[in-house]
Structure formats: structure tokens, C-alpha cells
């Protein structure tokens, strides 16, 4: 968009309505519509000055007031990246991902990336309670909220206990009820891991963000209400759009 195509777009300039104000709310609904997630990030002065065809100054007061609105971040020397709204994401020892969502106004929808029957890792086998190479079911989901991926979860159940659960989770059953058909009513997180990574390039392009930019990653055991290891997952969530909540008193 050129200096007059602005100016053309908004009749008599939008009651004079300057252009680096006018710059700023192209640039606000860009960020909203998402034209961003990508990258995660504006392009450069050079580019924008010149698709707007206003000097750098007049770019930096619009860029200032999206900052000023908590829209971007300016790291000098690295850019200018896109603040997306923080979403909530509680840890307890209820951990829900529906609920979590729900609670805030949010559509919570899972992708089925991955089903699978492998040997446990060394890792979830001890964390699940099994022996070594122990058979496990490995299933990997993309979490939306409004459509929108914030997490790239793999879940391991033990194969033993939960036999067909991968038929029922490829034939849309929901997660709690399959675990209710194999008797498992209610369960309880007992361990809750956070640490900070970097993602690789395949994540950072299912999660829709730049691969420069760091996740989170929660590392959990849930057990059902005898205390028998049921799932053990790890969730990396986009360390842009979610940030974890840990209330005084929770037990993880």
C-alpha cells in the first residue's frame, strides 16, 4: 500500500486522522488478522517505509503506538515482533484442556497428528511405572484455542491397560470418554516439569510461530484415583500466546 492508496482508502483522511495513526491501525488489524503468526514479527523499517511511502519517522510513531497499545515488542537490534494476547493455562492437579479454554471464552479443538503403539522411552517408562520397552500408545495432538494452535502435545498411555484406545481416538471419540470406558471415571495430575527450549523447525511450523522465538514445555504424570501412573505427556506451548498459571495452594 503507497502513501496515496492510504490516503485514497480513507475518505477525506479520515477526518484528519494522520497518516502515522492511519499506518498504525493497518498495521493493528494486520496483527489481529494474523498476517504475522508466521514469522512472528514485522517487517523492517526499509520495507514498511517504503510500502507506505513515508519517511522513518513518521514509521516509528506508528509503530510506537502499537507498542504503546501492547501490540508489539521492540528489541533493538533484532526487530519489532508481534505481542499476541496471553492465554491463560492453568496447572493444577485438575489439569483440563477443555476447561481451561472454556473458562476464558475460548473454542478448544485437538488435531490428531500421530497414533501409534511403540516401546517406551526410557523416559516414560519410568514415569509411567512400566519396565523397560514396555509397549505404550503414543498419541501427538495440535491444541487450538479459537482455531488457532498454542500447544503441540504427546500423550503415552500404557498399551497393557488401554488396549483399542488408538482405534476409539482415530474414530473421534473424546479422550475422558474412552479413559471412562476403561474404567478410569476421574484422574489427578501428580507432577507437573516446566522448562524453556528452542524449538526445531517442524514444531515452530505446526505451532505457527518463528523458530527463533522460545517455547515452553511441561512435562506431566496423571494418575487415576488409586494412584496408577494413566498418562505420561509433554506439552510444548507457544511461549508468545500462553503463559501457565500456578495458584498458591495448588498441588501438582
Known amino acids: 500500500m503507497t502513501y496515496s492508496q492510504l490516503v485514497s482508502s480513507s475518505p477525506g483522511r479520515r477526518s484528519g486522522v494522520t497518516v502515522w495513526r492511519q499506518i498504525a491501525e493497518t498495521l493493528t488489524s494486520e496483527i489481529k488478522d494474523r498476517v504475522y503468526a508466521e514469522s512472528g514479527r514485522l517487517p523492517g523499517e526499509v520495507e514498511l517505509s517504503a510500502r507506505f511511502a513515508v519517511n522513518r519517522h513518521t514509521l516509528r510513531q506508528a509503530v510506537a503506538a502499537l507498542q504503546n497499545e501492547g501490540l508489539v ?3 533493538p537490534g533484532k526487530g519489532t515482533f508481534v505481542q ?3 492465554l491463560d493455562y492453568a496447572l493444577s492437579r485438575r489439569t483440563r484442556f477443555s476447561e481451561n479454554l472454556l473458562s476464558q471464552g475460548l473454542l478448544p479443538s485437538k488435531q490428531l497428528l500421530t497414533a501409534r503403539e511403540l516401546a517406551a522411552p526410557e523416559r516414560v517408562a519410568r514415569g509411567l511405572g512400566l519396565s523397560p520397552a514396555e509397549p505404550v500408545l503414543m498419541v501427538q495432538t495440535l491444541d487450538e484455542a ?11 498411555y500404557p498399551a497393557a491397560r488401554f ?5 476409539m481416538l482415530k474414530a473421534g471419540q473424546r479422550t475422558t470418554d474412552i479413559l471412562k470406558f ?3 471415571e476421574d484422574y489427578v495430575r501428580v507432577k507437573s516439569l516446566v522448562t524453556t527450549q528452542m524449538p526445531n523447525e517442524e514444531t515452530a511450523h505446526l505451532l505457527k510461530q518463528a523458530s527463533s522465538r522460545p517455547v515452553m514445555c511441561v512435562e506431566c504424570v496423571d494418575e487415576d484415583m488409586d494412584g496408577v501412573p494413566i498418562k505420561y505427556g509433554e506439552t510444548i506451548f507457544c511461549g508468545d500466546r500462553v503463559q501457565l498459571v500456578i495458584k498458591p495452594g495448588s498441588d501438582l
Open 73 to 75: 515488542r521492540i528489541e
Open 84 to 86: 499476541h494476547e496471553l
Open 182 to 184: 476403561f474404567g478410569v
Open 146 to 156: 479459537n482455531d488457532k494452535p498454542v500447544g503441540l502435545e504427546t500423550a503415552y
Open 163 to 167: 488396549s483399542g484406545l488408538l482405534d
